[in-house]
């Protein structure tokens, strides 16, 4: 396996706040990772890095071999759009348009491959419907058709399932672990033993320091 992300003594502060200090990580293609820890000790911004969403304070990024830390924000973008796909908790959908607009608002996603992942997910049924319409589990399916329609290399998901009821949980495990059989990569920031259990490595962070990895 060759490395897609690689975090090099990765130093990231807020003012005097320090959210990472000195994390070395790698991601090696077809992982499937979870990242834990308490509230605070880093998880999200360790994830934003790696897909380039922030950058470091010291210390360098490093992304399908090229340098995240240092390109400027439209070459980061671009490698963004071709190579990740990212799940929020909180969705980030566009409460206005439509569920197959929403999908097809990614940058190269065409209609009809949109309505094929949204079908996949058991949402054929929704196209035209708007988030505010749906229930929490049908909002993150969108979120993860989102992810998929670009058929990313990896996927960078923040806490999918911390809202999510048990059944809405297991329908993402679902979809992340067919992702990851076809061979996609998964990084998974979670305080949820359930989904950290279906991840081949384990990082846990403790203010702001890497200090397990499994």
């Keep these: 396996m060759s490395a897609l992300i690689t975090i090099d003594h990765v130093r990231k502060a807020h003012g005097a706040v320090v959210a990472l200090d000195d994390v070395s990580v790698s991601i090696d293609r077809g992982e499937y990772v979870a990242i834990v820890g308490p509230s605070g000790s880093g998880k999200t911004t ?13 210390g360098s990024v490093h992304a399908f071999d090229q340098p995240l830390s240092t390109l400027s924000t439209s070459a980061v973008t671009r490698i963004r759009a071709r190579h990740m796909g990212f ?26 491959r949109a309505q094929a992942v949204l079908t996949e997910l058991g949402l054929a049924d929704r ?10 589990g049908e909002r993150q399916r ?31 495990s679902r979809v992340l672990d067919a992702y990851h ?27 702001g320091r890497c200090v397990e990895t499994t």
Excluded: K
Excluded at 105 to 110: H, I, K
Excluded at 192 to 200: K, L, N, V, Y
């Design 142 to 172: 969108v979120g993860l058709a989102r992810a998929l329609v670009s058929a990313p290399d990896v996927i960078l998901a923040d806490e999918p399932t911390g809202n999510l009821d048990p059944a809405a949980e297991s329908e993402v």
């Design 127 to 136: 196209l035209r419907h708007r988030p505010g319409q749906l229930s929490v």
């Design 46 to 58: 360790l994830l934003s890095l790696m897909g380039g969403l922030d950058r470091p304070t010291s």
């Design 87 to 112: 799940v929020f908790q909180l969705f980030h959908l566009i409460p206005y348009l439509s569920v197959l607009d929403n999908v097809r608002a990614v940058p190269a996603a065409t209609a009809d």
């Design 181 to 207: 059989a076809q061979g996609g990569t998964v990084v998974l920031v979670t305080h949820s033993d359930t989904m950290a259990a279906r991840a081949g490595r384990t990082i846990r962070l403790e203010a």
